[in-house]
């Protein structure tokens, strides 16, 4: 599976090991490094929703357009938000059918790492 990052610049800071340790924590770390690699392996978003180390969930009201992430199981306040692309890096929101349609999801846009019960 592909993604990228929103705005770019994340890339540089969530792919920096020394970065999210100093930043975040050592869990979160190793939870971005483990989500960075179970992306590339996936086939599509199902397989991460599968996965049993990371939960993930479809946001409501404003954040629509979103899924959060724990990197830790859900131990902490940190959640990545992420966002579900078609092959022309357009948006798209779940249907029905959740599952066919992490199933459909070839690319993830990756937003930010923010606090779960913060801002939104």
Known sequence: MKYEYSPSKLKEDY???????????KAISDGMIMLLGAIEAAENAY????????????????LKEYYSLSLDKK???WRVLIQM???NDNV????EN???FLKSIKKIRIKEL??????Y
Do not use: A, C, V
């Open 85 to 87: 692309l078609d092959e």
């Open 114 to 119: 923010s606090e779960h019960y913060d801002k």
């Open 47 to 62: 397989d991460i929703k599968s996965s049993m180390f990371f939960f993930m969930e479809h946001k409501k009201g404003n």
């Open 75 to 77: 131990k902490s306040k």
């Open 92 to 95: 798209l929101q779940p249907t």
């Open 98 to 100: 959740e599952k066919e």
């Open 15 to 25: 792919e920096d090991e020394r970065y999210m340790k100093k930043t975040y924590g």
